[in-house]
């Protein structure tokens, strides 16, 4: 069975519409930043720390057939997590991007209810794709399916096994796999984070990088059709100097809108009314408006989570080659991957790296 993509982001703002959701994941501070566009060859020889949940959800999302079923090895077992992680992988490696991948610890009781929400959540799209089967509305089904992903701790291994062979190394995190990855951009051992959500840049990351990915564009599934879509980059600094805000302000910001850890926020509170209302009274304790509201929030705790984040132990972090037969028996033989498709991409990794090592050798 070949492997490939179907990227289609537009459709997960239809889920979302169809599903009555304000809010699937993350919180949302667009309407607050400016963010810069980014020309993938400006992160070569720099390190990404990227959100592995984050990234295994989005493959999980979005690279599926034409009815929204996942792609399978030959004995039914899901494999689109590998075939993302894969070949968006090699196109990193291929461009000398550095990824660092975090993945998530044991999470914060304040995040249960948001735990708990998108199970329901997802529990009512399963309902909603498999009536959407029955009625032939093939469309419908591929929508609704898109917010269906579950990651099992099964394809949590699977994926550490395809970067390990790719020697791309992985950290566990104490906690929000977000909050270590912020924290490789503060210590400086990463350039950026990269994630679809804002909640980095709670966290404290220096810069976000969204919509990471090579070709820049998206396919249109059943369609002879695609769109761009623009890698962009958020700077921590820019976002604060540009609304004049702190950090910690941007935080209460954040719970007013909402977070993972208080999933309602405050009624009638938007990215844009926050804004307002910190700006004017200081800090959410200020705002007599919504005392009534807050007397159910743990904000302060919350703050505790942004500021003072559970971090991983970030010692021996190490790249290294690429095992190349490991890879293409893990992938062809026991996964039903192309072999000609692997290896063809396998190839063009193995000639990026005798370039860029005759390159340094000229050096001297």
Known sequence: MDQYHILNWKNRGRIKSLLGLVKVMGLDLKPLVKP??????????????????????????????????LLMNDEGVTTSHLSGLFYRNINFLINNIKPIYVFDGTPDQLKSREIERRRQLKESATRQYHKALEEGKLEDARKFSQATSILTNKMVEESKTILRL????????SSEGEATAAHLTKINLAFTCASQDYDSILFGAKRLTRNLTISGKRKVPNRNMYFEVETEMIELEDVLNRNKLTHEQLIDIGILIGTDFNPRGVPGV????GLKLIKEYGKLENIERIKNELAYIPYREIREIYLRPKVSNLDNIEFSEPQYEAVVDYLCKHNSFSLDRVNGYLEKLKKANIQRTHSLESWF
């Open 36 to 69: 810069s566009i980014l020309q993938i060859s400006e992160l070569a020889n720099k390190t990404v720390a990227v959100d592995a949940y984050n990234a295994i959800y989005q493959f999980l999302s979005t690279i599926r057939g034409p009815t929204g079923e």
């Open 166 to 173: 790719l020697g791309i190394p992985y950290i566990h995190a």
């Open 270 to 273: 938007g990215p844009k009314t």
